[in-house]
């Protein structure tokens, strides 16, 4: 052939033959539309445009068998085989068959704090082990998870009421029998709005739907008459007092079959008349045998102006 009429066969569309020992480079840009085009230019080097009707563009194998694809009028990149990465992704995502995943979310050799505190639903990355698949899972399934990992005689956090302002009184469900044997609950300076006044805690058995307020239905130390387990007697609002510190605990109160004991201990508080600072404990039992799954504390009188309580769980090991 001579070159003039090899140029004439390829613009023409009636070339058909093999090129050997030689290179094609085309020197113009391809165009939308084209049925199959080879173009280049300088900003994008080599490309490649079709159009059919499942694909764009395949590339296949020696074997005849698809292996990349660009799905018709997409940007979409479709692999039969795996894709083995020996430097850094970069662009808009990874296509993951259970979904697609910003190549920033798989930066987990660097990145920047995500800047706010982690929440229940807040998903993380987790490799099952068997054959290596990757799965999400949620901040609350772990926590879940560790929480059941938790060995026998660990304190756990539950639950706190946050800053109390001018309460009527404060409740606690997340009892959970299956874990937890005992609770405790600490008081940071609960300060009533009512001067010299009592605390009380108020055991639920149906969730805290209902809470036992029965005088008789509670014994404390050496009297029979009480409304509640008692946490604190004689507390005061005056100015300079302080309100109560220290911690209250409940011992088995899902053992049906037997009474509900507390103990507060360590509880300090100051009088007014003195100014002295008092450290007591006080012991209680509420004298139902049931499955007690709440707790309300409120004051004999008057709401709670101000402080925090905190409840931890003792773990059971199981």
């Given at each position: 052939m001579t070159k003039a009429r090899d140029t004439a066969n390829i613009v023409g569309?009636?070339?058909?033959?093999?090129?050997?020992?030689?290179?094609?480079?085309?020197?113009?840009?391809?165009?939308?539309?084209?049925?199959?085009?080879?173009?280049?230019?300088?900003?994008?080097?080599?490309?490649?445009?079709?159009?059919?009707?499942?694909n764009d563009v395949t590339i296949k194998n020696d074997a005849d068998a698809d292996v990349?694809?660009?799905?018709?009028?997409?940007?979409?990149?479709t692999m039969a085989g795996t894709l083995g990465v020996t430097g850094v992704i970069t662009g808009g995502g990874l296509v993951v068959p259970?979904?697609?995943?910003?190549?920033?979310?798989?930066d987990i050799d660097g990145g920047t704090d995500i800047g706010a505190a982690l929440v229940d639903a807040d998903l993380?990355?987790?490799?099952?082990?068997?054959?290596?698949?990757?799965?999400?899972?949620?901040?609350?399934?772990l926590a879940t998870y560790m929480g059941g990992k938790i060995t026998g005689g660990s304190m756990v956090y539950l639950a706190s009421s946050g800053a109390i302002?001018?309460?009527?009184?404060?409740?606690?469900?997340?009892?959970?029998?299956?874990?937890y044997d005992h609770y405790q609950f600490y008081f940071q300076h609960v300060i009533p709005a009512t001067d010299n006044t009592f605390m009380y805690g108020y055991v639920s058995?149906?969730?805290?739907?209902?809470?036992?307020?029965?005088?008789?239905?509670?014994h404390k130390q050496n009297t029979t008459d009480a409304?509640?387990?008692e946490v604190v007697e004689s507390a005061g609002s005056d100015t300079n007092e302080f309100g109560i510190c220290g911690y209250f605990e409940l011992f088995a109160p899902h053992n049906s079959s037997s009474y509900t004991m507390s103990s507060s201990g360590n509880i300090t508080f100051q009088t007014r008349s003195d100014g002295g600072v008092y450290q007591l404990s006080y012991t209680s039992i509420h004298l139902v045998a049931a499955d007690v799954d709440a707790i309300q504390f409120a004051f004999s009188s008057g709401n709670i102006e101000s402080g925090e309580i905190v409840?931890?769980?003792?773990?059971?090991?199981?």
């Amino acid at each position: 052939m001579t070159k003039a009429r090899d140029t004439a066969n390829i613009v023409g569309g009636g070339f058909s033959g093999t090129i050997a020992g030689a290179t094609m480079e085309p020197t113009g840009d391809t165009a939308a539309g084209d049925n199959a085009a080879i173009g280049f230019t300088a900003a994008e080097g080599l490309i490649l445009t079709g159009q059919g009707s499942t694909n764009d563009v395949t590339i296949k194998n020696d074997a005849d068998a698809d292996v990349i694809e660009i799905p018709t009028g997409t940007v979409n990149v479709t692999m039969a085989g795996t894709l083995g990465v020996t430097g850094v992704i970069t662009g808009g995502g990874l296509v993951v068959p259970d979904g697609s995943i910003a190549v920033a979310d798989l930066d987990i050799d660097g990145g920047t704090d995500i800047g706010a505190a982690l929440v229940d639903a807040d998903l993380m990355i987790v490799d099952d082990g068997a054959g290596g698949t990757n799965r999400k899972a949620t901040m609350a399934r772990l926590a879940t998870y560790m929480g059941g990992k938790i060995t026998g005689g660990s304190m756990v956090y539950l639950a706190s009421s946050g800053a109390i302002s001018n309460a009527a009184n404060v409740s606690f469900t997340q009892f959970d029998a299956s874990k937890y044997d005992h609770y405790q609950f600490y008081f940071q300076h609960v300060i009533p709005a009512t001067d010299n006044t009592f605390m009380y805690g108020y055991v639920s058995t149906d969730g805290g739907s209902n809470y036992d307020t029965t005088n008789g239905n509670y014994h404390k130390q050496n009297t029979t008459d009480a409304p509640g387990l008692e946490v604190v007697e004689s507390a005061g609002s005056d100015t300079n007092e302080f309100g109560i510190c220290g911690y209250f605990e409940l011992f088995a109160p899902h053992n049906s079959s037997s009474y509900t004991m507390s103990s507060s201990g360590n509880i300090t508080f100051q009088t007014r008349s003195d100014g002295g600072v008092y450290q007591l404990s006080y012991t209680s039992i509420h004298l139902v045998a049931a499955d007690v799954d709440a707790i309300q504390f409120a004051f004999s009188s008057g709401n709670i102006e101000s402080g925090e309580i905190v409840m931890y769980g003792i773990a059971n090991g199981t």
